[in-house]
């Protein structure tokens, strides 16, 4: 069964260690744009739990790290790994 909005919002609000008052806006752009980078890196979404912890870990790392220009804030490189623990071998996603 497919996570609702509030499931996911919960999830990266509990990755992020934010407050259960966080505004839900913020985590959701997170999450939308977590989603787009692991699409743009080849990985379609997925209801599997690893795409979620995956997606989720990601989602709280830009909301750590939101507003930051640092050139320090590139993403961390266990998250740009994980791409390949998500594609299935030939390129192909799990799309399930």
């Given at each position: 069964m497919a996570d609702t909005r509030n499931d996911i919002l919960d999830k990266v609000r509990r990755f992020a260690g934010a407050?259960?008052?966080?505004?839900?806006t913020v985590l959701e752009m997170c999450y939308r744009a977590a989603v787009e980078w692991y699409?743009?890196?080849?990985?379609?979404?997925?209801?599997?739990?690893?795409?979620?912890?995956?997606?989720?870990?990601?989602?709280?790392?830009?909301?750590?790290?939101?507003?930051?220009a640092d050139a320090n804030a590139n993403i961390p490189a266990y998250i740009v790994t994980s791409v390949h623990q998500l594609r299935k071998p030939g390129g192909d996603t799990d799309g399930d």
């Open positions: 407050d259960p008052e966080a505004e839900d699409r743009g890196a080849g990985v379609e979404p997925s209801n599997s739990e690893l795409y979620t912890f995956w997606v989720c870990n990601l989602a709280a790392w830009m909301y750590d790290n939101r507003g930051n």
